[in-house]
């Protein structure tokens, strides 16, 4: 019997949720089958097997989370020797002058309401006591009608509870959707990445002490060499470039001269930091299955067509759920950019376990003083949010002008 665990699938992740099971008991497993969906703090990831056998018992039910390590699941490989019962699992001993083979009648023991009689995992239960919810209302949709943690969600989103004296109307539910009728409100189910950045983004914003500096370019001469440079690409065949992918470049060089942006708080009990040697930049992607940002390895040693193709290749895999843990995990640096939907600046959240991140605004055409007199011409917004336990405001103002002079002379960031 092989004791199957909640793996490690990222260098940040602590616990993992189970999405879905894609085997049951009973069913017949080979070397290489998707035995799991695990939900962790950056996706939604395949867990395949390493052992044939028959799934024997499943530990973990779809919705829970467990930390790192935590048997999720056993395997029959036909081997004799037998795990150890996780926690909380009821003994099998058999007391005193009982025969092996004579069934012992045990006494079952007393439940205090309707809900705790109701078939639900333990998390189910645990999380019914903690918020008094009433399990009457859910339908449990785990084998054999079983409730799970998924099935909470709405009754957890309303905030249902089973006092009879809560003053507020309580809100209606009709075919599992949760309709709030004084304001009209209708609940929507989170997808479980959804449910991942918004945990991250949340822990993100508690516990790192994030300043923010804002840099003004000139931006005038990138959009001329772009479009120059987009003309000879196009009379060869070539992939055009986009303004972010010229900003990838950029920021990879403002960073090779600003090393201790580059870095990450170890925290408060650490006395060091680490200075990362790779520049690697993660570029946030906002695909119909959420939030999600894949990592440019050595971004400083690509040229600007290497980025455009593979900043294109990771966004098209973001969309079809096609990226692996390995491409969103080692990001030392995140650039935001949502100057395509015309926003002119705005500031990001940073990625842990990074110490900053670029938020860039739209390439706008603006009246601007140039020596005596007032033209148009191509100006961008954009806002560092830094890690103030590790970098200090004269520093990012450096690395912001070193940006900024990149994209006012942009035959630099070519060259």
Known sequence: MIEITMPRLSDTMEEGAI?????????????????????????TMDYEAYEAGTLSQILVDEGATVSIGTPIALLDNGTTSTPSAPAGAP?????????????????????????????????????AREHALDLSQVRGSGPGGRIIRVDLDDLLSAGVTAAPSQPAPRPVVDAGVIVDE????????????????????????REIPHFYVTAVADAELLVQMRADLNEQLAATGAPKVSINDLLIRASALALREHPNVNASYMGDASPTMLVHHRINIGVAVASKNGLVVPVILDADQKTVAQLGAEAKQLASQASSKGLTIDQMSGGTFTISNLGMYGVPEFTAIINPPEGAILAVGATIREPTVVGDVVVPRFRMRFTMSADHRIIDGALAAEFLRTLTRLIENPWRIVA
Not at 182 to 204: H, N, P
């Open 182 to 205: 004084k304001r009209a409100s209708v609940a929507v189910q989170l997808s479980k990445a959804r449910r991942v950045v918004a945990r991250r983004l949340g822990e993100s914003a």
């Open 91 to 127: 003994s099998a001993a058999v007391p005193a002058g009982v025969s092996p083979a004579t069934p012992v009648t045990r006494a079952a023991a007393p439940l205090a309401s309707e809900a705790d009689r109701r078939f639900a995992s333990p998390l189910v239960r645990k999380l």
């Open 19 to 43: 999405a879905t099971w894609h085997k049951h008991p009973g069913d017949r497993v080979e070397v290489g089958d998707v035995l799991v969906e695990i939900e962790t703090d950056k996706a």
